[in-house]
């Protein structure tokens, strides 16, 4: 059972434009959320966070916002720029324990010249 | 600063072989994991420690086994490797506390069992 889902694989944007990524939870136990860039041959490298007393969180262009009636997050990139692509994984945590990260399958970002 | 190191980057096994990969991270951290990132399957879980002398199990362990005899170290180890095990695996660490569950990731281990 898919906890985390990213249902759109691949997405397209031109530079310049905004890109939207976005991610379904299930587990209303989930209550801190991550977003993470991966470029080949390289391993995850965090992006930026919300916690789930947020419902928004802006790190230069990158913006991340919590809808926790809709068990919904979204990635907005503004502007978009070439090296903006690659692939996008979200991924969700409760607090307790080990804080396992739980990901979504990810979604790859191209942008367009 | 390192970080999360992992080796070897590439391997090729055959079926039934055995291996050991080896993470090691120079930050100190307390919990490290090993996932295995699959094909439109995002990056599962297999093992993970939460301190030196401690494994615990994650949702994709069959197959594969953990150690943690050292805080800077996490082995993972195929016993008897099959063509299901060929992924690409992943190990990342991260500290105990600091209200932010972010885990900081190696380059990755392709493995390949023909």
């Known amino acids: 059972d898919q906890q985390v889902k990213q249902n759109s694989p691949s997405l397209s944007v031109q530079e310049g434009r905004i890109s939207i990524l976005n991610c379904d939870y299930t587990n209303s136990m989930f209550d801190y959320f991550l977003w993470y860039k991966k470029y080949p041959a390289e391993g995850p490298t965090f992006l930026i966070s919300i916690s789930s007393i947020k419902d928004k969180n802006e790190d230069g262009r990158f913006t991340v916002f919590l809808n926790k009636s809709a068990k919904h997050l979204s990635l907005h990139i503004v502007p978009s720029q070439p090296g903006d692509s690659a692939v996008y994984f979200c991924?969700?945590?409760?607090?307790?324990?080990?804080?396992?990260?739980?990901f979504g399958q990810g979604t790859r970002l191209t942008i367009n010249p | 600063n390192a970080g999360v190191t992992q080796t070897p980057k590439f391997r090729v096994l055959k079926t039934g072989q055995s291996m050991t990969l080896l993470c090691a991270q120079d930050?100190?951290?307390?919990?490290m994991y090993w996932y295995r990132q699959d094909p439109g399957m995002g990056l599962r879980l297999i093992h993970y420690s939460v301190g030196e002398g401690t494994t615990a199990k994650g949702e994709v362990p069959d197959g594969y086994n953990v150690s943690r005899l050292k805080k800077q170290n996490f082995l993972l180890g195929l016993e008897s490797a099959a063509p299901s095990q060929t992924s690409v695996y992943f190990c990342?660490?991260?500290?105990?506390?600091?209200?932010?569950?972010?885990?900081?990731f190696g380059a990755g281990t392709r493995l390949s069992v023909l």
């Open positions: 991924a969700a945590s409760g607090i307790q324990g080990a804080q396992k990260l739980v």
């Open positions: 930050m100190n951290h307390e919990y």
């Open positions: 990342a660490s991260r500290p105990v506390g600091g209200g932010k569950n972010i885990q900081y």
